[in-house]
């Protein structure tokens, strides 16, 4: 539904551009601060790279760069009282799981405090999973040899959280607590008072604030008259229904496995760089699916259930932008690339930290939209 507001009835404290999981976790955060807040969002809350991702939370690891390691452990540690305070104000579940996950690498490379597992223990865990190699190199189930010896296998303390449902508890506990939302209003660009921001201008009408925060994941750039380097990185994925009961995440180096309490399990995941482009390729998931079998040979049994694309917000350096800009103001908080439903509870302390003027615990400079200049 698409929903505008009249700008010179209301006035708003600070406009978040973006309503998925960064901007209303963000637009929450600041309203409990007492800020009146409205976010503007080009289509409808939380459908474009929110809903799209598989929501893994993956807070440590060789995928994680350096520089945002301690943001994503710190905020993989605030994800159970953020999903809860969601599920509490929005009376929807958001499917948090806290089974963990198995990795099977050929590599080996696992991170520090990850548990090797023997091929007994791994059957004992996920007795589908077809494709292992015990740690003491061990032979394969019940005399069949592992598919590829050289694989070996881990279990991590992670979680995942099913983002469709954890967005649309989000609008709902973002409404609950005061926030205007606008959806079916793109941002063009932004109003300015001097040398400060002064609002936004969308391709429909005007709204005033005196705080601005891009939020609009891969369409950050888009927004004059500040360009920042933010491009959609395409991922395909496709959910089946009818498998296996997984109970673990499960990562290989060519598929993952996200299992949902609904049953469906999600399967994924491509990177591309196609443009704003969010078509499916039938190939692209024939493979998807080819390799998921693999490692699950059960699944053969299962039917898609849907399959679709979501566009990631990367940058060249594949760290997220977070800060002020040279517009006074005018905040930024985006190019999460794939660790976007991950980093939602911290991106929202430390942005909220900065926009009031408090002290933070974390250093954003690596974050800086500067780096780019």
Not at 218 to 225: D, F, N, R, S
Not at 341 to 362: D, N, W, Y
Request: proline share 6%; aromatic share 6%; glycine share 10%.
């Amino acid at each position: 539904m698409t929903r505008t507001y009249n700008a010179r009835v209301k006035s708003w404290d600070i406009i978040v551009i973006g309503a998925g999981i960064v901007g209303l976790s963000l637009a929450i955060s600041l309203r409990k601060q007492g800020l009146r807040v409205l976010v503007v969002e080009r289509g409808e809350p939380g459908r474009e790279a929110s809903s799209a991702a598989a929501g893994m939370l993956v807070g440590s690891g060789t995928e994680i760069p350096s520089p945002l390691k301690a943001l994503a452990a710190e905020s993989a540690r605030l994800y159970p009282e953020f999903a809860h305070e969601i599920e509490d104000e929005s009376r929807l579940k958001v499917d948090l799981r806290k089974q963990g996950t198995i990795l099977l690498s050929a590599i080996g490379d696992f991170p520090s405090g990850a548990e090797m597992l023997s091929a007994d223990k791994l059957r004992s865990l996920e007795p589908s999973v077809a494709w292992f190699q015990s740690s003491d190199s061990s032979s394969g189930a019940r005399g069949r040899p592992p598919l590829q010896p050289q694989y070996r296998a881990c279990y991590l303390q992670e979680c995942s959280v099913d983002p469709r449902a954890l967005v649309a508890g989000a609008v709902k506990a973002a409404r609950h607590r005061g926030v205007d939302i606008s959806s079916g209003s793109e941002v063009e660009a932004l109003l300015n008072s001097g040398d400060r921001v002064n609002g936004v201008r969308t391709d429909k009408t005007s709204y005033s604030a005196g705080l601005v925060v891009n939020c609009a994941g891969a369409w950050a750039g888009c927004i004059a008259p500040q360009k920042f380097p933010v491009r959609p990185v395409k991922g395909q994925m496709v959910a089946v229904v009818g498998g296996p009961k997984l109970q673990h995440v499960i990562r290989a180096d060519e598929v993952y496995l996200v299992p949902r309490s609904d049953g469906r399990i999600v399967i994924g995941s491509t990177l591309e760089d196609a443009g704003y482009d969010k078509r499916t390729d039938v190939h692209t998931i024939q493979r998807l699916l080819h390799a998921a079998r693999e490692l699950v040979p059960a699944l053969a049994n299962a039917r898609v259930h849907e399959d679709w694309a979501g566009l990631r917000p990367g940058t060249s350096d594949n760290l997220p932008i977070l800060g002020e800009t040279s517009i006074p103001g005018y905040f930024v908080a985006s190019g999460h690339y794939r660790d976007g439903i991950l980093l939602a509870p911290v991106t929202a302390q430390v942005m909220t930290e900065l926009i009031l003027g408090k002290p933070s615990a974390f250093d954003l400079s690596s974050f800086s939209a500067a780096r780019f200049a």
